[in-house]
């Protein structure tokens, strides 16, 4: 099992930055799948993006495409999502997630992760 730890959430207003980070406490951080997840109030978990083992590529969700950007340190085993332009309906919690049984393509499923970590909360201020 790995734990995950996420960081960098916060409060922000329309249009500022914010870049989280996942740290995972396993040494093989590269053979994982690391995914972000993020739950508004009464809303379900949804999938944000993802990113690859080796050759670090990346999936979106539409919402996010063009603002959010995922990337990984191996060597650091962190994970990273940096988010600009935010929008107030991008506040959520954002949860890191991490497979490494899973090798589909179906990467935005909760259910294809094992580990996930406890998530940041991330606010924006209209």
């Known amino acids: 099992q790995v734990r995950l730890v996420e960081s960098g959430g916060g409060l922000v207003q329309t249009g500022e930055s914010l870049r989280l980070s996942c740290s995972a406490s396993?040494?093989?951080?590269?053979?994982?799948?690391i995914a972000w997840f993020r739950q508004a109030p009464d809303n379900e978990r949804e999938f944000v993006a993802a990113?690859?083992?080796?050759?670090?590529?990346?999936r979106y969700s539409d919402s996010v495409k063009g603002r959010f950007t995922v990337s990984r340190d191996n060597a650091k085993n962190t994970a990273f999502l940096q988010m600009n332009n935010l929008k107030p309906e991008d506040t959520a919690i954002y949860y890191c997630a991490a497979t490494f049984l899973y090798s589909g393509e179906h990467v935005y499923i909760q259910g294809n992760y094992e580990d996930w970590g406890q998530g940041t909360q991330v606010t924006v201020s209209s």
């Open positions: 396993v040494r093989t951080f590269g053979r994982y799948i």
């Open positions: 990113i690859g083992r080796s050759d670090g590529s990346s």
